[in-house]
């Protein structure tokens, strides 16, 4: 695997998604407040352009990695970079974080009404301007919340149920959703050459080779479901993980049960995961990876 180079994502780069499935037709304050976290069983796909040539364009996915001090802890992946971001909603805001620093910004302050400012705790002045102002993006059209971010006159685009769907700043940087997509939540690892992929009907599709590591969409009883019904059965021979972690700027250190360091790993080598608890990755028998900014998870 190539070294991946850790960059500090801006706050606004941030995604905020909610379930909720109602919204204002009109800019008037919500009864109730909704919920603005992202979907855990969802993966998000934003393409990001950092001026007005479109040959700059790359795109970022959003995926979950677990529970972490209260909140939800949120891998931001591009072709180069990857940021760790912690999503925590009470009553009264919905503040975006890094987790191994000081650094974090209200996104979003209760109720929503238009006309209302508040400092995001970053030195910049945040402010609604709307609550049903229509974006079209390559993901839909949506009726969305707009936010003036007060830096680079930036204007950040809520949409219920979606969440940040569009942002863009005067110069030229612009963050749009492409594409929402259902999320696996593991893979299954094959450990010999053999094993059969079976069709939604219960016919053989493929022999699987020792080595392969297929997407977990769903579990049953005694098979994996890999995707629109196809399945492997569970065996001594199929392995469930959750994914897999990497040390990109510093050796990987796991730890033993009691707490003492247990071994290092080299830079890239990789570790499969079991879990994610209490801001550390499980990686078997109570042997455990804290959270940190260096460590890559891909599912």
């Known amino acids: 695997m190539k070294n991946k180079k850790i960059v500090t994502i801006l706050l606004f780069f941030t995604l905020i ?7 204002l037709s009109t800019d008037q304050a919500s009864a109730a407040t909704p ?7 969802k993966i ?5 352009q950092y001026d007005n040539s479109k040959k700059k364009q790359v795109l970022m996915t ?7 001090n209260k909140g939800h802890l949120w891998n931001y992946q591009g072709r180069d970079f990857f940021s760790n971001q912690l999503i925590i909603q009470n009553n009264e805001s919905l503040t975006i974080s890094d ?31 709307s609550l049903n102002t229509s974006v079209k993006t390559e993901a839909g059209t949506f009726n969305t919340v707009a936010v003036d971010n007060g830096a680079d006159n930036g204007i950040s685009y809520y949409a219920p149920g979606v969440g940040l769907v569009k942002y863009r700043d005067n110069t030229g940087f612009t963050q749009e959703l492409t594409k ?22 219960g016919a053989v599709h ?24 196809y399945y492997v059965k569970k065996e001594k021979n199929t392995l469930f993980f959750t994914g897999t972690i990497y040390g990109t700027e510093a050796p990987l250190s796991v730890y033993s049960p009691n707490g003492k360091l247990f071994k290092k790993f080299a830079i890239d080598e990789p570790v499969r995961a079991y879990g994610f608890k209490d801001g550390k990755f499980q990686v078997g028998g109570g042997y455990y990876v804290p959270a940190a900014d260096h460590i890559l998870y891909e599912r």
């Open 17 to 23: 998604f909610t379930s909720f499935s109602a919204f």
């Open 206 to 229: 493929k022999t699987l080779k020792k080595g392969e590591a297929l997407k977990v969409f769903k579990e049953n009883a005694d098979s994996y479901d890999v995707g629109n019904g």
């Open 180 to 201: 929402i997509s259902n999320a696996h939540y593991g893979r299954v690892l094959i450990k010999q050459t053999g094993i059969k992929q079976y069709t939604p009907k």
């Open 35 to 41: 919920s603005f976290l992202m979907d855990t069983k």
């Open 99 to 129: 987790p191994f620093n000081n650094e974090s910004s209200k996104e979003l302050v209760f109720p929503l009404t238009v006309g209302k400012t508040w400092d995001n705790g970053d030195g910049d002045k945040f402010k609604i301007l």
């Open 44 to 48: 998000y796909t934003h393409s990001i």
């Open 62 to 68: 959003v995926s979950f990695t677990g529970e972490m």
